[in-house]
């Protein structure tokens, strides 16, 4: 099976020694990492907003039409698996499955810092190469300046003292993203503004009120993915084309 973008990304970040200060071998795999993947990376699936017609006018489903049975059910399972691993985590089982887990991600956990700054080098450069949008394919740009800013973006990410410059041109283009597409639509991406404040934080070594910059963007990452998913639910009709499409995306479960 060949393999994905993100599994090439963590063995060249496997690869490289993390030292306080990236030494000139680290750095040259770092810039040539994202233009390297580049050229390997095929098609991916993400937002629904990315494939498919959507309006952002239209009303949301009430209520009464969510709480249908089919949610309720997903809901309680949910819960259910959640407890269970909450459950399974207090075991003699589940104690040597984190211990293994553990050794597993000891790297990636020491490391963390340079995986950031190698995948969202990756992702800028793939946005340049592209062209034409704001950091995601759907938010659509005229203005030719841009791909060159998240261009110049990912090539201060090599440097860790120009990392805050990444961060506030990320807060710029959400802004004006923003002004463009208004704040609904920018809803769906507040974890671009956790990865700056985390750029940021790392750049210049602060702590807000000594929360971790990391913890930061774990919290946005939740926001999105819960965002996502009431959209999944209030929007149905968003889905309808894509499923329409590609109906192998429901695993043969009823639509």
């Known amino acids: 099976m060949p393999a994905t973008s993100f599994e090439v990304i963590m063995v060249r970040v496997s690869a490289l020694r993390y030292t306080g200060r990236l030494g000139t071998r680290a750095l040259a795999r770092l810039a040539a990492a994202p233009l390297a993947l580049l050229a390997a990376t095929g ?14 006018a239209g009303q949301p489903r009430g209520l009464e039409q969510v709480l249908c049975p089919d949610f309720e059910w997903v809901t309680a399972l949910a819960i259910v698996c959640l407890m269970a691993g909450c459950l399974a985590e207090g075991t003699p089982l589940g104690g040597a499955l984190m211990n293994a887990l553990d050794r597993v991600t000891t790297r990636i956990r020491t490391d963390t810092e340079l995986l950031v700054r190698c995948t969202l080098g990756f992702f800028l450069v793939s946005v340049w190469g592209l062209g034409g949008i704001i950091l995601t394919p759907e938010l659509k740009t005229d203005a030719a300046w841009i791909p060159w800013l998240q261009l110049a973006m990912a090539a201060c990410l090599i440097w860790r003292r120009t990392m805050p410059l990444t961060g506030l041109g990320i807060v710029f283009l959400f802004s004006f993203a923003t002004a463009q597409y208004g704040l609904f639509h920018l809803a769906d991406y507040p974890v671009f503004l956790g990865v700056a404040v985390y750029l ?3 750049g210049i070594n602060l702590k807000p009120s000594g929360l971790r910059p990391l ?15 009431v959209e999944k639910w209030a929007y ?15 695993m043969g479960a009823p639509p």
């Open 215 to 229: 913890d930061i963007v774990r919290w946005s990452a939740a926001i999105t993915l819960m965002w996502a998913s």
């Open 236 to 250: 149905p009709q968003w889905t309808d084309p894509l499923l329409a499409a590609k109906p192998q995306m429901t």
């Open 200 to 202: 940021i934080c790392q």
């Open 43 to 56: 098609t991916a699936s993400a937002h629904v907003k990315w494939f498919c017609a959507y309006d952002v």
